[in-house]
């Protein structure tokens, strides 16, 4: 058996290497724990086993995502979840029942709400208030219940959530609106015609 002192200095450093990224990981996950930010697994080591109802209507797949590592914002300065994305299967949809499946495919809990932009008004650009969070008046209905429909606690790593709702013509924006989820680009633009 080789003492280290006999070990190759390209071996050293791999071994030097490996163990820091182990500590480094295992450093973020107890602090994501302890902070209350982490709340589950990834969501491809996890299977959806929600069983999803016959959903009336056009039917728009949302997606929930997030690339993981820590962000900017938050309690403490920081948010365990990365860059984050939402996004729909549907940029324009016909005028009437529009159910929305929902899919959390990221690693921390997330929600999706209907507002409707005025005008001229852009997707994206509503005012953050100092909580993090966008205003939700004039707010459709969301999908925040795990393995539900309708409002929740919030959609958990892996799991589904929908919603039914009867859609006018105009643009309507899909948020997610936990704090500093929107900021970090959870938001899509949907055309109803």
């Known amino acids: 058996m080789k003492s280290i002192k006999d070990s190759s200095p390209r071996a050293l450093v791999t071994v030097g290497a490996l163990v820091t990224l182990i500590l480094a990981g295992l450093s973020m996950l107890a602090i994501g724990v302890l902070g209350g930010r982490v709340t589950g697994p990834p969501a491809f080591l996890l299977g959806s086993s929600c069983t999803i109802p016959d959903l009336p209507g056009t039917v728009v797949n949302v997606s929930l995502t997030n690339m993981g590592g820590p962000m900017m ?3 403490n300065g920081m948010i365990f979840g990365g860059a984050m994305r939402l996004s729909a299967d549907h940029a324009a949809v016909h005028h009437g029942t529009v159910s929305f499946l929902v899919t959390n495919a990221g690693s921390v809990s997330h929600e999706m709400v209907i507002l409707p932009l005025s005008g001229s008004q852009i ?5 953050i ?3 993090a969070m966008v205003n939700e008046a004039g707010s459709l209905g ?6 539900g429909a309708g409002a929740g606690q919030g959609i958990l790593p892996g799991i589904s959530s929908w919603i039914s709702v009867e859609l006018k013509p105009g ?3 899909l948020v997610c609106n936990l704090p ?3 900021a970090a680009g959870m938001y899509t633009q949907i055309v109803v015609t």
């Open 73 to 75: 914002g938050g309690r």
């Open 123 to 127: 997707a994206g650009t509503r005012t």
């Open 129 to 131: 208030g100092g909580d």
């Open 142 to 147: 969301e999908a925040s219940t795990s393995c």
């Open 171 to 173: 643009r309507y924006e």
């Open 180 to 182: 500093g989820h929107y």
